[in-house]
C-alpha cells in the first residue's frame, strides 16, 4: 500500500516569494491534515479537510496561507507571501476516520531566506 | 498550542535496556496515540489507546494511560540502536466540534550500541 506522498521534499525560497506544497494521502482516506513542524517541536494542526470540505482551519494563517483539496483527493498548501518565520516542516497526513491513526507523508522542508 | 508534555525531554541508554516515557495532558481525551519519528522513516504511529483503556501492548511496546492523573507512560523494552528517534504523544480531544490531535514536543531517545 503506498503512503501518503508529498512533494517537494525540500523548497528555498526567498521571503517574499509564493510557495505550494502538494499532498497526495492513502487510498480511501478521507481525512487530510496539513501540519506544520517547528525544529524541536511536536506537529501542529494547520487545517484539517473531510473530503474536500476544509472543516478546521482555525489554526491556519489566512492572510498568507491557503489550501484546497479537489475532489477530495490531493491537496496543494500555499504560502503567498513567505516570511523568514515560515521556515519549517510542512506535514501532510491522512486517516480513514478522524479519530483513528494518522499516516504521515516525508513531509516538505521550507527554508525561506 | 501544545497539550501533552513528556518527560524527560532526552534520554539516553545502552541498547538492550528498556526505555520509559512519560507523557502528562490538561484536558480530557478521547484517546492517546504515541508517534515516533526519525529521519529515516519520518513520523509513525506506534500505539493508540482510548481513554476507556488502561493498558495496551504492541510488540516491545507498552502503553499505559491514567485518566485520573492525565498521564501515559510508553515503554520500550530491550531495545535497540533502531529504536533512537523522537518519540511524541498525541492527545485527540473531540470537545464540540473540535476534532484535533495535539503533539507533545517529544523525547529524544538515543539508544548506543
Known amino acids: 500500500e503506498a503512503g501518503v506522498v508529498q512533494s517537494p521534499r525540500y523548497k528555498i525560497i526567498e521571503k517574499k516569494q509564493p510557495v505550494a506544497f502538494w499532498c497526495n494521502p492513502i487510498s480511501g482516506h478521507n481525512t487530510l491534515y496539513w501540519y506544520l513542524q517547528n525544529l524541536g517541536q511536536g506537529p501542529e494542526l494547520l487545517i484539517r479537510y473531510e473530503n474536500e470540505e476544509a472543516v478546521d482551519d482555525s489554526q491556519l494563517p489566512k492572510d498568507r496561507f491557503s489550501a484546497e483539496r479537489l475532489k477530495g483527493v490531493d491537496s496543494t498548501l500555499k504560502i503567498q507571501p513567505a516570511e523568514l518565520g515560515d521556515s519549517a516542516v510542512y506535514l501532510c497526513?491522512?486517516?480513514?476516520?478522524?479519530?483513528?491513526?494518522?499516516?504521515f507523508g516525508p513531509g516538505t522542508r521550507l527554508t525561506v531566506l | 498550542s501544545q497539550q501533552g508534555e513528556e518527560d524527560p525531554q532526552a534520554l539516553s541508554i545502552q541498547e538492550g535496556e528498556n526505555a520509559t516515557m512519560n507523557c502528562s495532558y490538561k484536558t480530557s481525551i478521547n484517546n492517546l496515540q504515541w508517534y515516533r519519528q526519525n529521519s529515516g522513516r519520518g513520523l509513525v504511529h506506534l500505539i493508540l489507546i482510548r481513554s476507556n483503556e488502561r493498558e495496551k501492548h504492541s510488540g516491545r511496546l507498552r502503553v499505559t494511560l491514567d485518566t485520573s492523573k492525565k498521564s501515559s507512560s510508553l515503554l520500550i523494552t530491550a531495545s535497540r540502536a533502531a529504536d533512537t528517534a523522537s518519540y511524541f504523544c498525541?492527545?485527540?480531544?473531540?470537545?464540540?466540534?473540535?476534532?484535533?490531535?495535539?503533539f507533545g514536543k517529544g523525547t529524544l531517545l538515543t539508544v548506543n550500541p
Open positions: 498525541a492527545t485527540f480531544n473531540s470537545g464540540g466540534s473540535n476534532y484535533k490531535l495535539t
Open positions: 497526513a491522512s486517516s480513514l476516520e478522524t479519530h483513528n491513526e494518522q499516516f
